[in-house]
């Protein structure tokens, strides 16, 4: 666990500079003039990014080393987000035309998703590159941990402070990745060389990586389905008005937050489960979880039932990172990892779409849905026998 050390730190830092962002775009977008769909655009075009690019950084971390691409990526996500910092910083001051806002903030938070994109499967290919496989699982768990601690943090630092102006927190957001860059220098290791000639193209169909591909969308399609419906589903379902809703849904997500941090801190101590286990275990849980969530008719009942299945899924991600890392030579594991990272992407792309069209016929189908793809997920693995 000490090897990955500077990858865990990195990952709370860059997460949650992603995530700060969330904290002060809604009054950003007001001030600048701009429309809601807006905001939902420049939030999107990260997980375009991650979808276009995430395969791309992964094979170059195999070609190259990771230790070069990881600082390549995290210190360009710095350098975007310091411009985005400047700009914004002038422009509530002195708002310029809308078109200009506009064109500033889809470049530059498309730029960081770019970089950023890379974070995810090159750390990945790092503990696949540092671990034996028996312990991959625990260490990506560990990996996640911080994903999630990141994803709790951003939000937090960027409202707090908001308070001193609404650049300041993306301006804490350059520096974040800035502080990251400096520890990966110092105290990461090369794990992987890279290697330029010879190697073969791990096609994106291999059929190495079709479970660990599916596990990905589902499991991220899922997260954002919750994260989407959950506000609409306490309205309408719990019969809340809109001030307490609001309260119930933060309560409802935070619980969930730390659900999700409690068991990948319990896979990253019990090393005696294999990957496969964690999958099959965590796609059953999960889809009790949600088939409990669309039966959910108070906040208590629903807090519970979405915490089971975020226990799930919590148990299902580093599974399937695990499961790709094992399923491939060293020399794949950036291309794997980057191949299985894109399939993320897509899920955070689709989830909202699917979703909210889901729920325009019924505020249960979406979760119902969620819980019919983890079950097919887990009669995959009981027949498949991965």
Not at 10 to 19: E, F, G, K, P, R
Request: include cysteine; aromatic fraction near 10%.
């Amino acid at each position: 666990m000490k090897a990955i050390r500077p990858l865990i730190f990195t990952n709370i830092l860059c997460v949650s500079a992603m995530m700060a962002f969330l904290a002060v775009i809604g009054p950003i977008i007001r001030i600048l003039g701009l429309k809601e769909w807006h905001a939902g655009l420049t939030v999107a075009l990260g997980g375009v990014m991650w979808i276009l690019f995430s395969r791309f950084w992964g094979i170059k971390s195999d070609r190259q080393g990771r230790k070069k691409i990881l600082i390549t990526a995290v210190a360009g996500f710095s350098v975007f987000y310091l411009i985005l910092a400047v700009f914004v910083n002038f422009a509530v001051i002195s708002p310029p035309v809308m078109i200009v806002s506009l064109s500033v903030l889809v470049f530059t938070r498309g730029i960081i998703g770019l970089f950023y994109s890379a974070i995810p499967p090159v750390s990945a290919a790092v503990v696949a590159d540092k671990t034996p496989p028996e312990q991959r699982a625990s260490s990506m768990a560990a990996l996640g941990a911080s994903n999630g601690l990141g994803m709790i943090l951003g939000p937090v630092v960027g409202g707090l402070l908001a308070v001193y102006g609404l650049a300041v927190p993306l301006y804490a957001a350059a520096v974040f990745p800035l502080a990251a860059v400096i520890v990966l220098a110092v105290m990461l290791t090369e794990s992987h060389n890279g290697k330029t000639e010879g190697q073969q193209m791990l096609k994106i169909t291999d059929k190495r990586l079709r479970y660990p591909s599916l596990a990905a969308f589902i499991t991220m399609y899922s997260v954002v389905t919750c994260q989407i419906c959950m506000g609409f589903f306490v309205l309408d379902r719990l019969g809340y008005e809109a001030i307490e809703g609001s309260r119930v849904t933060g309560y409802v997500l935070s619980a969930c937050g730390i659900s999700f941090i409690a068991i990948q801190i319990i896979v990253t101590k019990v090393k005696s489960i294999t990957p496969e286990t964690w999958m099959k275990l965590g796609a059953v849980t999960a889809f009790f979880g949600f088939i409990l969530t669309a039966l959910s008719n108070t906040a208590v009942f629903l807090a519970l039932a979405l915490c089971i299945g975020t226990i799930g899924m919590g148990m299902v991600m580093p599974a399937f990172q695990a499961i790709t890392a094992n399923s491939v030579s060293k020399d794949e594991q950036g291309a794997a990892a980057g191949t299985v990272s894109a399939f993320q992407g897509i899920g955070i792309i689709a989830g909202p779409l699917a979703s909210t069209m889901l729920y325009g016929i019924n505020p249960s189908l979406p979760f119902i849905v969620a819980a019919s793809a983890f079950a097919f997920m887990a009669l995959w693995a009981l027949f498949k026998r991965i």
